[in-house]
């Protein structure tokens, strides 16, 4: 590959927290303040063309595009040195992964494959948020560009046809994800918080996210009830009256520090008669448990304590390790999409150039010709659409030519030739006197300046050695 | 005549199809064939459609024979699936749809030829009061009987704590079956009354019976009058005692079953006037 592509960083894996801080790069500034040079940031011809900065709590990548290999100790110098560390204590925790590895591992990190919580769905949103930073900075161009947006595209795929993001991986969510799958409606369902505790008030606030109608809480010490009620905009309730209650409330998440079972099968006979069978959902997360085993038995009534819990968080991180493998093989097939992809770029300004010097000679040969003659609206149109298609017929060959070639040969030798023959850079043509002495004299780069969408061509090799070459080849 | 003759074997076949993709596709958890199921059996239902309007067109609505009504029966029920389908979003109610439909329509082709006795007077209102409420009851019944067993399977997962596969992902809420439970007892069960009722009254108008009401001990009229006492206490228990959940599913299993007995069995294994083997009148 021409284009070069590679990534550097540093992830849970590779290095402690302690690495992690130090090296974190989230305000380091290291596009704004221009400490990475990056060509496109500040419109100078340097090796790294393009960048971009991920810094998570989790991971610290740098993502860079450029035309020359070993892109990765500038970037590891220039990231030591804007968190004033020598490169030496950076490197042993680096990765460092080129083309086609590169654009693999991004495309695994989108898709949070490479999280801690696989799965878990915050990693793009970081992406993209770097990805707006790097825009902002104006270090992208046309090939992190296509990359990133390859990367979210990816990322969706993975989400929607594997389901590895699909279920839940914390004790609370799962309760929530039970309760949605028992009641469906969860507007219409109210909730109570039978004391307090950090994971049922983990699950209460999920459950308020749910959209849920309302919370009560019930707690021993009333005070406290009160304040907890408040945070859910909900409403507290004695903690004697809570039977009285029950018959109003759907889901009930318990977590008092009780002895001994404070909800029992027998006293819920009463208030599924009162309630009329709706289903309720208890949620029990004290240890020792709050309401009896027994309970689970009863008609319309779900019982899930903390094991019950952590278990379907188990099974669902299982099932989500299992979903990675073919998570993994959409990432593979997208990667080898998309350097193929990249690759043939290198022959789009050729072709561009090939198809509009023909038209341009074309045009005005026509415009030449078509003065003297008077022809009618209706000659003219039929002449132009046959001009048309001897344009795209002349040139259909030398184009199947380049494509097929450039799959075989990844100098892209055979598009510098046709720019010579074609004469397609428009330069005095070479002069015989260099032709004999070899490629001396180098011609220089071709194409725009680099950046916009098309990208810059590659430099040709001079015809000459081509030809040599061809002559050794041939021998 | 072979046009219909051509469309009723590719309607069967899709049927067919359909009821095959459906039985491999669920157990097996092989989502493509579940699918492509589907596909077969909505592509034979747009086919029966056709079928059934060409029938009309082609005969006439005065000649129609039993096997038309059964016909007709198996796409009312395909249609009240298809709209559960949509209210549900659930391919599990297809598992009992697709092979019940198939069953009624190669029933319908084999009972073709038996002519029946539409009653002389008001017949039009007779289709309105006694066949049209008592197919639509009937679609309501089987869609509540597809949602009963998902209910008791999904409830019977979740109860015992067991590992969701993807297939049970997709369901829907529990609530959403016993959704679907209250709607064809609140509405199944007064349609079903009207039917009965309008069978009964047309009864000797047709025939010309003595001894009033069964009088005539005919087979039928007892499994149907059976069924409405089965429908009748699951209304009490359902809307004035509250039943919900678990037993509200068994007890549309129940009334499920014995009517599809009725339907079926009955019709074909023992002599009444709506037997597939005399000239009689044809109801569900």
């Known amino acids: 590959m021409n284009k070069h592509i590679c990534l550097v960083g540093l992830n849970h894996r590779t290095a402690g927290v302690e690495i992690r801080e130090a090296f974190a790069l989230a305000d380091a500034g290291l596009l704004e303040n221009g400490l990475l040079p990056v060509g496109a940031h500040l419109k100078k011809d340097l090796p790294i063309k393009e960048a971009l900065v991920l810094s998570t709590c989790n991971r610290v990548e740098i993502l860079l595009a450029g035309r020359e290999e070993k892109l990765e100790e500038l970037a590891i110098r220039s990231w030591a040195a804007a968190r004033n560390r020598q490169p030496e204590e950076l490197a042993p925790f680096v990765y460092v992964h080129n083309d086609a590895e590169a654009v693999k591992h991004l495309f695994a990190v989108a898709s949070s494959l490479d999280s801690m919580v696989l799965g878990e769905p915050q990693i793009l949103g970081q992406i993209k948020d770097a990805y707006k930073d790097a825009l902002r900075a104006g270090s992208t161009r046309f090939i992190l560009n296509a990359l990133l947006h390859r990367a979210f595209f990816v990322a969706k795929r993975v989400r929607s046809e594997t389901g590895v993001a699909s279920s839940a991986v914390s004790v609370s969510y799962a309760a929530v994800e039970l309760a949605k799958r028992i009641f469906g409606d969860m507007p219409s369902c109210k909730a109570m918080l039978i004391g307090a505790g950090e994971m049922a008030e983990l699950a209460a606030t999920h459950l308020m996210n749910a959209g849920i109608k309302s919370i009560l809480v019930a707690n021993r010490t009333h005070e406290r009830a009160l304040e907890l009620a408040s945070r859910y905009h909900g409403l507290a309730v004695p903690f004697a009256d809570l039977f009285a209650q029950l018959p109003e409330v759907d889901i009930v998440i318990s977590s008092t520090g009780a002895p001994e079972a404070v909800i029992r099968a027998k006293d819920m006979a009463g208030v599924m008669r009162r309630r009329r069978n709706r289903p309720m959902f208890f949620i029990d997360i004290a240890v020792p448990r709050d309401v009896d085993p027994d309970v689970n038995t009863l008609d319309n009534i779900y019982l899930y304590d903390i094991d019950d819990l952590k278990e379907v968080v188990e099974e669902n991180l299982t099932q989500r390790r299992e979903e990675a493998v073919k998570a993994l093989a959409i990432v593979e097939e997208e990667t080898l999409n998309f350097c193929k992809w990249l690759e043939s770029t290198e022959l789009q300004p050729t072709i561009v150039d090939l198809i509009r010097r023909s038209e341009a000679i074309v045009r005005e040969e026509w415009t030449r010709t078509s003065k003297r003659l008077r022809l009618s609206e209706k000659d003219t149109r039929a002449l132009e659409l046959m001009l048309g298609a001897i344009v795209k017929k002349i040139n259909h060959d030398p184009i199947n030519f380049l494509k097929n070639r450039f799959e075989e040969e990844k100098d892209g030798q055979y598009a510098g030739l046709l720019r010579l023959v074609f004469n397609l850079d428009k330069k005095e043509l070479c002069p015989r006197r260099t032709r004999e002495h070899g490629s001396e004299e180098a011609p220089p780069p071709l194409g725009p300046p680099d950046g916009g969408m098309i990208p810059p061509r590659r430099t040709p090799e001079p015809a000459a050695a081509f030809f040599n070459r061809i002559k050794e080849g041939s021998k | ?284």
């Open chain 2, 1 to 284: 005549m072979i046009f219909i003759k051509i469309l009723s074997i590719l309607v069967m076949l899709f049927y067919a199809l359909g009821s095959a993709g459906v039985f491999w596709g669920i157990p097996a958890e092989r989502y493509k064939i579940l699918v492509l199921g589907k596909f077969f059996t909505w592509t034979g239902f747009a086919l029966h459609t056709l079928l059934i309007i060409s029938i009309i067109l082609l005969n006439g609505a005065d000649d129609l024979s039993r096997g038309y009504f059964m016909q007709l029966l198996a796409w009312c029920i395909l249609l009240a699936y298809f709209i559960g389908w949509r209210l549900l979003k659930s391919g599990f109610l297809s598992l009992t749809a697709s092979p019940l439909a198939l069953l009624l329509f190669i029933l319908a082709l084999k009972v073709d030829k038996v002519q029946i006795e539409m009653p002389g007077t008001l017949k039009e209102l007779f289709i309105a009061l006694h066949i049209g409420p008592m197919y639509t009851s009937l679609g309501l019944l089987t869609l509540a009987f597809g949602a009963a067993l998902l209910f008791l399977h999904m409830d019977r997962k979740i109860k015992s704590k067991t590992r969701l596969t993807e297939f049970d992902r997709g369901l829907p809420a529990l609530g959403t079956y016993d959704r679907i439970n209250h709607l064809a007892v609140v509405f199944g069960f007064p349609l079903y009354t009207l039917g009965i009722a309008a069978g009964f009254i047309w009864a000797p108008l047709t025939w010309g019976r003595e001894g009033g009401i069964l009088g005539s001990w005919d087979p039928k009229e007892i499994f149907s009058v059976f069924v409405w006492f089965l429908y009748a206490s699951t209304f009490y228990l359902r809307i004035l005692r509250g039943w919900r959940g678990r037993k509200a599913a068994l007890l549309i299993l129940f009334i499920f079953g014995i009517s599809a007995f009725s339907l079926l069995g009955v019709n074909l294994f023992m002599p009444t006037h709506h037997s597939f083997g005399s000239l009689a009148t044809f109801t569900a």
